[in-house]
């Protein structure tokens, strides 16, 4: 079993971090909260709605819920505005004029107005992840998952994608981050949840959480990356 009994609840406005080590579950975890990963037991209930039901058309439940992955995943035969524009004007959330107009704004909110014509072949990685998330935020979702969003980057660029997150979550944008970035997960996040073998074996308010932890896996964990 990748997750075993792993239970919490997330409310609107939090940014809750979740940290572990490799293979321990964590991306599981967040891919199971829009039914990427499709649990064999359990619920998830996502505003009221139990998504792993049947009957739910989980794709117009995605609409809500924002993914930002670890590879970028933009189209390269789309340019850089069209990658933002395309999700929206597909499922009929906008017009071709309201999408644009969204993208424009999106492009000026992640400091990239001037990368709209090219392609995500001439990006930096910082740069690409900041469009994906552009282009995750284009659907006004209720809720933002991000996967290890600076696993794939290189030093120089990690701060550029961290900064953006920081301006999202000072915005009341609800996120569930799962990151290697400590720094991150202490000053941004609102609560932090330690994954190891599948379980949730701690959680906490980040003072709490990095100042002062109870398990002795989670111990073991932080004197290795702080």
């Given amino acids: 079993k990748v997750l ?3 239970s919490t609840t997330i409310s609107q406005g939090e940014v809750v971090a979740i940290i572990g080590p490799s293979g321990c579950g964590k991306s599981t975890f967040l891919r199971s909260m829009n039914l990427l990963e499709k649990p064999t037991s359990g619920s998830i209930l996502f505003e009221g709605t139990d998504i792993t039901d049947s009957s739910v058309d989980i794709n117009k439940m995605r609409q809500k819920i924002g993914m930002v992955f670890q590879q970028f995943n933009l189209f390269p035969n789309h340019t850089v505005k069209g990658n933002i524009m395309l999700a929206p004007v597909q499922t009929g959330l906008m017009t071709k004029e309201e999408a644009s107009k969204r993208a424009d704004e999106l492009l000026v909110r992640v400091g990239l107005s001037d990368k709209a014509d090219v392609y995500p072949a001439m990006l930096s990685g910082g740069q690409k992840q900041r469009i994906a998330i552009a282009r995750a935020l284009a659907m006004n979702p209720d809720v933002m998952l991000f996967d290890e969003p600076t696993s794939a980057l290189d030093p120089e660029t990690i701060q550029e994608v961290l900064d953006v997150m920081i301006r999202l979550a000072k915005e009341n944008i609800t996120m569930v981050v799962v990151t290697h970035e ?22 906490n308010t980040p003072e709490e959480f990095f100042d002062h932890p109870k398990n002795a896996r989670l111990q073991e964990f932080l004197s290795k990356v702080i």
Avoid: H, P, S
């Avoid at 400590?182 to 949730?200: N, P, Q, S």
């Fill in 4 to 6: 075993n009994g792993i």
């Fill in 182 to 203: 400590m720094g991150f997960a202490r000053e941004v996040g609102t609560r932090v949840l330690f994954v190891d073998e599948g379980r949730i074996k701690e959680e």
